[in-house]
């Protein structure tokens, strides 16, 4: 199992030799008008550039959902997201490698009709990439795939020669593997006392490693 | 004179609270809030989108005094004097536009030096927003990045809830600048007023981060087996209320105590434990000795750059205990050993509790005989020059003796601010007022009105250099309309003095563009109907200080200073405290 997270860990988030290394970042958040800006300058202020910036619902109503790529070092991205817990509307942030966390991009391809009906071997590809057809029209076609950044990507090298028309992708929405979802912690933050767990404090959770007389 | 008198029926005014529910326009509902919060003083200045906020004001002048500034940086600087002396929310209205970017500065200032301010703003009619109107600005956009939090209302039945949380926000937990924007049509919107409740608990918020034990016994044992422990105290102890609290802690640990500028004042200067200034014009030892203690205990404070120089070679053989209630602060610029989350107010008897009693007299020694060099090669020559020309140390300590130490300071930027913050003397607490973080020129001026009307029976004394006071200098304006006895001591050089000490130092005497030239403080004093006098002797400066403080009302000194003197010591950008520089 942990072989297998390291392999995932070296697949999704290759640390580049700059220590840099592809982190997502989960904001649970009411849902308030300004804050979506509020969130984005404390990147933009430390010139760190967002790689995908998803907003949604939660599984809570009322509370909102960010999920935020980067590309940093881990000191910077836990720095980001104590300036983001500071926000006053900021519930909760978490922050994640690739491997922590089950995510999806989806991805959609307009390809000309003519060279799908014509050639066989993009139709082998297509079914080969597990993409779906959402539009069909006498000059062009759209196609979706969902999956990680490499897969999507793979269709975009393989479609280009077959005179791919336009291409998008989405932000990247993530699942955190390990968590159990934010209804207990609602629960806590609504209390007048706050429970134990509230303040993470991941640095003092290593106590034993970091503390020494 | 019209009248102040309170037009409004009897049951609104005096039950601010009421419990039957009342027709209420936005406007009145500002002013209930206000009651509700108990706030008396607002700095502002009128125009057209704040206009029925205005109207809605002038039935309560009894209850809440309202200083008409002459500029909204001004407004703003003097509810951060105002807070910082009083300890309470500082209150500003400034219209639409201009009124609401001229605010700006302000809340830079007051994001940094976590000063609680509530700035409510006028805002066009909510259809107009977006349409280019007149005197139309995104001001939530703009403030975003230099406000703790804000807000635009655009519907009266909002604005007690908003207020509320306003007010709550930015007092609580690390204290900051929040600005609500109303528009016009919120203002004169009526609804119905269900009563105002404060604000006490946002599920999102926490403003005090929870304290853990286990962080407490594992600083307490960091400290107890220091050998030369070191504590740094900043704002935090002041914001917390923690004086007392500070004070016991460091004697019963025996531990020398410097400060940061914020945190001048909460610790009496002449306490034995007190070893001085910290940073890039600190003192001597606190400087060096950085680089020496085994324990770096951090109280309230943020390792600003200015502290700390060179962060790679700062306090590098030290254990760090970093005490904070903002935990974005913990680890940001320097790496704690043990981070105590939590209100110093709390987290200091906590720790105190768990300490043994101790005194480090070989440790204080080095601090005695640092000061001691720092005395001989720096302060002597500051306080006894053997020129003609006044020093700036000589004016701040000439009045130290005839102050000892009760006035409040409110200094501005530059080289009498490192003086003054050097050489000051303070008996209590909230007595330092400056621009620490955002370092605004024109400061002083405007947050010594506001501190004197946060602490009227004390003596406030804005001092200032000829530079800084030419940037805000319209607020005489304001000191002759509210005759607000405020002691301005202007110390002119005749040069942008700090700027030119870095030319000197670094860029060969390259003085580019900092030679100003000033008019006649005293004569533009006098415009204002505001005594003054200059002084260019030392034989009169003694006597000149001391009728300024015996003056009624307000007075301007101008004591011309040594045109070229540096402050000393000094750490240059990007060396280490410890290659601070007595010349």
């Known amino acids: 199992m942990k072989d297998e997270n390291k392999i995932n860990a070296l697949v999704n988030s290759a640390i580049a030799p700059s220590g840099r290394q592809e982190y997502t970042i989960t904001v649970y958040t009411e849902n308030q008008i300004g804050l979506l800006n509020r969130i984005a300058i404390i990147f933009s202020r430390r010139k760190i550039n967002i790689d995908s910036f998803n907003s949604s619902p939660s599984e809570l109503e009322g509370i909102h959902r960010f999920t935020i790529v980067i590309n940093e070092m881990e000191e910077v991205v836990r720095k980001l997201v104590r300036q983001i817990e500071k926000q006053v509307e900021v519930l909760k942030a978490y922050f994640n490698t690739g491997d922590e966390l089950v995510w999806q991009e989806l991805a959609l391809y307009k390809v000309p009709t003519d060279a799908i009906t014509e050639k066989v071997k993009v139709e082998r590809l297509l079914r080969e990439y597990g993409a779906r057809v959402v539009a069909i029209r006498k000059d062009f076609t759209v196609f979706e795939t969902t999956g990680h950044r490499e897969e999507t990507d793979a269709l975009v090298k393989v479609l280009e020669p077959y005179g791919l028309i336009e291409f998008v992708r989405s932000a990247r929405i993530a699942i955190i593997k390990t968590s159990a979802g934010f209804h207990e912690k609602l629960k806590e933050f609504e209390a007048m006392a706050p429970g134990t767990e509230v303040i993470e404090n991941t640095y003092l959770d290593k106590n034993e490693e970091v503390f020494s007389m | ?583």
């Open chain 2, 1 to 583: 004179m019209p009248q102040f008198t309170d037009t409004l029926p009897q049951e609104k005014t005096s039950a601010p609270i009421a419990k039957e529910i009342v027709e209420l326009s936005g406007s009145q509902a500002v002013m209930q809030a206000f009651l509700a919060e108990d706030v008396e003083t607002i700095f502002g200045y009128p125009g057209g989108a704040i206009m029925p906020i205005y109207d809605a004001l002038y039935d309560f002048t009894d209850k809440m005094e309202h200083i008409l500034v002459r500029h909204e940086q001004g407004a703003i600087h003097a509810a951060q004097g105002y807070a910082r002396t009083s300890g309470k929310t500082g209150v500003v209205f400034a219209t639409s536009g201009p009124g609401a970017t001229n605010l700006v500065t302000g809340l830079a200032d007051a994001i940094i030096d976590s000063t609680p301010v509530v700035c409510i703003t006028g805002q066009v009619f909510a259809h107009l927003l977006g349409t280019d109107a007149f005197q139309e600005v995104d001001i939530i956009n703009i403030t975003t990045p230099v406000t703790k939090w804000n807000y635009q209302v655009t519907d009266a039945s909002e604005i007690p809830g908003v207020l509320a949380k306003a007010f709550f926000i930015a007092a609580s937990g690390r204290p900051g600048p929040v600005l609500i924007d109303i528009t016009k049509n919120a203002q004169i919107q009526k609804f119905n007023f269900e009563g105002y409740k404060k604000c006490d608990f946002i599920r999102s918020y926490r403003p005090k981060p929870l304290i853990r034990k286990s962080n407490i016994e594992q600083a307490a044992a960091l400290i107890n087996a220091a050998e030369k422990p070191f504590v740094l105290f900043g704002q935090g102890v002041i914001l917390g209320k923690a004086e007392t609290e500070f004070k016991k802690f460091i004697e019963k640990g025996g531990l020398p105590a410097a400060w940061t500028i914020l945190g001048l004042s909460a610790l009496p200067t002449d306490h034995p434990l007190n070893v001085g200034m910290l940073g890039m014009h600190g003192n001597y030892g606190p400087n060096v000795l950085t680089n020496e203690c085994d324990v770096l205990i951090a109280v309230g404070m943020r390792f600003d750059d200015r502290v700390t120089g060179r962060l790679d070679k700062y306090a590098k053989q030290a254990k760090i205990i970093h005490l904070d209630i903002d935990p974005a602060e913990i680890d940001k610029n320097v790496k704690a050993t043990i981070g105590v989350w939590g209100d110093c107010k709390e987290t200091l008897p906590l720790l105190t509790e768990l300490l043994q009693q101790k005194k480090y007299p070989q440790w204080l020694d080095r601090f005695t005989q640092h000061k001691t060099q720092e005395e001989e090669t720096c302060i002597f020559p500051e306080f006894n020059p053997a020129t003609e020309e006044i020093s700036m140390g000589e004016v701040i300590n000439t009045l130290n003796d005839l102050t000892k130490g009760d006035a409040v300071i409110v200094t501005d930027v530059g080289q009498h601010q490192m003086v003054a913050c050097r050489y000051a003397k303070f008996t209590q607490s909230k007595s330092n007022i400056t621009s620490g973080g955002a370092g605004t020129m024109g400061f002083a001026l405007p947050a010594a009105i506001g501190a004197k009307y946060g602490a009227p029976q004390r003596t406030v004394i804005a001092i200032i250099g000829d530079g800084g006071f030419q940037m805000t200098i319209q607020e005489l304006g304001t000191i002759m309309q509210t005759k607000l006895d405020v002691k301005i001591l202007i110390l002119n050089n005749r040069f942008l003095g700090m700027v030119r000490q870095w030319q000197e130092l670094f860029h060969e005497k390259r003085y580019s563009f900092v030679d100003i030239t000033s008019p006649d403080f005293v004569q533009v004093a006098k415009g204002y109907y505001i005594d003054g006098k200059s002084v260019s002797e030392r034989e009169k400066l003694k006597d000149a200080l001391q009728e300024m403080l015996d003056h009624k009302g307000p007075y301007l000194l101008e004591v011309m200073v040594g045109k070229e003197n540096n402050v000393f010591p000094m750490v240059a950008q990007g060396t280490s405290v410890a290659e601070i520089r007595l010349k």
